[in-house]
């Protein structure tokens, strides 16, 4: 037998990563294993060892890259939030007052719809960083103050510009109504999760009432 018999078959690819890229490979994998046994199994069944293993790396690698399950969680909150902050940027570029928050709200149930994991995930751990001692909580809290900044900002600049040409008595107040209303509807889905048709409708009947908060309503509709 040749000696080049007992070679190993190494991938080119592979090969031809940078250190940053496979470290964002092995991100990529071990976010992935996370959503999956964070669904499957809950937050307290999930250890760092099988995300490891899933993701096709070592036992440890998981527990050297984040530490513990709690810097696990707030890995998973972080991707899976900077996923819907690139998707928001897209959907609201160029857009502001009502039509930023239309734009939001049927990219939130598409979200839902074609990262139907992630986002369960997500929010299972959103729910979860209220109990005593969460690591998670103080992310989830600027990832929530960060939409409503979002959202005061798209009324501001829908007053200013004024395509919102009613008075605004607590923009504030409006702003957390609209978020809040989307953490409730994703719980709602998290509670039934196949009744897609009532989630989407949810998101419809948001739109509207955001519609009536900001935008005046025609006269002969008055009328009618």
Not at 98 to 124: G, K, W
Request: glycine share 6%.
């Amino acid at each position: 037998m040749s000696k080049t018999a007992h070679k190993k078959v190494i991938n080119p690819k592979q090969t031809s990563l940078s250190q940053t890229e496979r470290t964002a490979l092995s991100d990529k994998r071990m976010l992935e294993a996370a959503i999956k046994l964070i669904i499957e199994r809950g937050t307290e069944k999930t250890t760092l060892k099988e995300v490891g293993e899933i993701a096709g790396y070592s036992r440890g690698l998981a527990g050297y890259r984040f530490g513990s399950k709690q810097g696990l969680f707030s890995f998973v909150v972080h991707a899976i939030s900077e996923e819907w902050l690139q998707e928001l940027k897209k959907v609201t570029e160029g857009k502001f007052g009502i039509q930023a928050i239309r734009a939001a709200t049927d990219a939130h149930y598409r979200f839902c719809l074609e990262a139907p994991d992630h986002v369960r995930a997500f929010y299972i751990l959103w729910f979860e960083s209220i109990t005593p001692g969460s690591e998670t909580k103080e992310v989830i809290a600027a990832i929530h103050q960060r939409r409503q900044r979002d959202v005061i900002e798209w009324i501001h600049r829908g007053i200013k510009t004024k395509m919102i040409t009613i008075h605004v008595n607590d923009i504030e107040a409006v702003a957390a109504q609209f978020c809040s209303a989307l953490v409730g509807i994703v719980y709602q889905w998290l509670v039934s999760p196949d009744s897609m048709n009532e989630i989407e409708e949810l998101h419809k009947g948001l739109k509207r009432t955001m519609e009536t908060l900001l935008m005046p309503v025609p006269i002969p509709e008055l009328i009618n």
